[in-house]
T-cell receptor, first 112, second 114 residues
């Protein structure tokens, strides 16, 4: 089955700096790569996703890049703000049912 | 739409008791997922339904766990008998079609088994 690895597990940045979270996956047939943000005590919420037919996607301060050859994808957050502090999960679809396999999460802390 | 609705939000029970968690997916979504989240194991997929039919239950920990989806608007996850190691947050999510489309999560049920 699919194996998704996510790094780092914790990340602290100063407000205004950039943050980068990286994920690798094992199933070369994976085609859909969403990123979820989970604030403390809340549900995971989709913040951006990318499909395998594109290499990069941007939405205001967040962007995701995908390298299918290397089987890795990354989340980039620019001009970080304290409200960006949360746990971020990457995921990849896999299997005959194309269900999502999630990474282990990254606790991002933006220091004011 | 109210989104994915889960109940109860919190459940505290004693070891050995039966626990039933409930989920109402977003209207029009034909895929439903049950996840368990713990600090140690992260977010794990337990079972996945498509058009009310269980497609993949390989994530269900053991026979004490069972899930049903009697119709398109309702699903249950049952634990019988419950054990302290079942304590976790259980999320239900739904999407329009399989895993390729956006999954929307419910608010979760925080289960504590004493």
């Amino acid at each position: 089955g699919e194996n998704v690895e996510q790094h780092p597990s914790t990340l602290s940045v100063q407000e205004g700096d950039s943050a980068v979270i990286k994920c690798t996956y094992s199933d070369s047939a994976s085609n859909y790569f969403p990123w979820y943000k989970q604030e403390l005590g809340k549900r995971p919420q989709l913040i951006i996703d990318i499909r395998s037919n594109v290499g990069e996607k941007k939405d205001q301060r967040i962007a995701v890049t995908l390298n299918k050859t290397a089987k890795h994808f990354s989340l980039h957050i620019t001009e970080t703000q304290p409200e960006d502090s949360a746990v971020y999960f990457c995921a990849a679809d896999s299997g005959s049912a194309r269900q999502l396999t999630f990474g282990s999460g990254t606790q991002l802390t933006v220091l004011p | 739409d109210a989104g994915v609705i889960q109940s109860p939000r919190h459940e505290v029970t004693e070891m050995g008791q039966e626990v039933t968690l409930r989920c109402k997916p977003i209207s029009g979504h034909n895929s439903l997922f049950w996840y368990r989240q713990t600090m140690m194991r992260g977010l794990e997929l337990l079972i996945y339904f498509n058009n009310n039919v269980p497609i993949d239950d390989s994530g269900m920990p053991e026979d004490r766990f069972s899930a049903k989806m009697p119709n398109a608007s309702f699903s249950t996850l049952k634990i019988q008998p419950s054990e302290p190691r079942d304590s976790a947050v259980y999320f239900c999510a739904s999407s329009q079609s399989g895993g390729k489309n956006i999954q929307y999560f419910g608010a979760g049920t925080r289960l504590s088994v004493l």
